[in-house]
């Protein structure tokens, strides 16, 4: 149990059983497994250096691991390996880091040379700096992380080790989308549907503006002539707390305010390409 508020949750892949994960304003990194009698086993537990923000497990065809993002601006990155716990931080962010989502890892239109589709693990993260990343897990940085591990225990203990990369094993920054709103990010997530040659991203923000980047699939050829957005939602001075996708990536919930002071969630629905029409709130 954290000592101080839970910001974030996230849910393992159902193949790998009951498993989640929560950080908080502690600082507390906790993984835990629901058992089938129903009771809640702690299998790890890591006290960073500042607020963690924002979670999530890897996507769908990898295997077990998460990352976190921090108020220090931390990337934190978390691998279980043969019963082993891989974990390593890069800086990401110079600003407080408010939110990560990963993207989708098989892509239809990345291929290799004999045809065989090629996974590609990416995540976006999000900053108080108003800006969105979009980085590369490089094998190069699992290497670096088999360094140091830190056991899975029944008994639980707080592991202090961390591994930072240097300069030639950190992540690799494959694209910045620099002021992507008028204030800071508060949320964003990245759509695990592949929409022909680009990928979704829908990002909220404090301005109270829902906007959606459509960004070139090879990104070394995305520069801001290869980017585009599209505003769904805007209600400036009420602040959007929480974007999400549906499975397919065809419906985008928001969680944000209204002028009444009222919580509200709307669900928004993709008509045609780059249309969108609110069809629900609560």
Known sequence: MSEKPVWTVSWA????????????????LIIYKLEDDKKIKKLYQNKFLSSINSIEFGPWGTDLKLACVCSDGQIILVYLENDKYLVYSHQGHDHIATSISWGPYININLRSSNGDQIGKLMFATSACDNNIKIWEVCNKVREKSSSITTPVSPNV?????????????????????????????????????????????????????????RLNCNFENTTKEHQSFTDI???????????????????LAVGSTNDKGDHVTIVFEETERNKWKEISTH
Not at 14 to 26: D, E
Request: aromatic share 16%.
């Open 157 to 213: 203990k707080k592991f202090d080790s961390v591994v930072s990369l240097d300069k030639k094993d950190k992540l690799k920054l494959l694209h910045t989308i620099e002021k992507a709103h008028d204030s800071y990010i508060r949320t964003v997530s990245w759509s695990k549907n592949i929409f022909e040659d680009s990928y979704l991203i829908a990002s909220g923000s404090e301005d109270g503006c829902v906007r959606l980047w």
């Open 233 to 251: 939602y805007m209600n400036k001075g009420f602040p959007v707390f929480k974007v999400s996708w549906n499975f397919t990536g065809r419906l």
């Open 13 to 28: 892949d159902p193949r790998f059983g009951q498993i989640f994960a929560t950080g908080s304003f502690s600082h507390d």
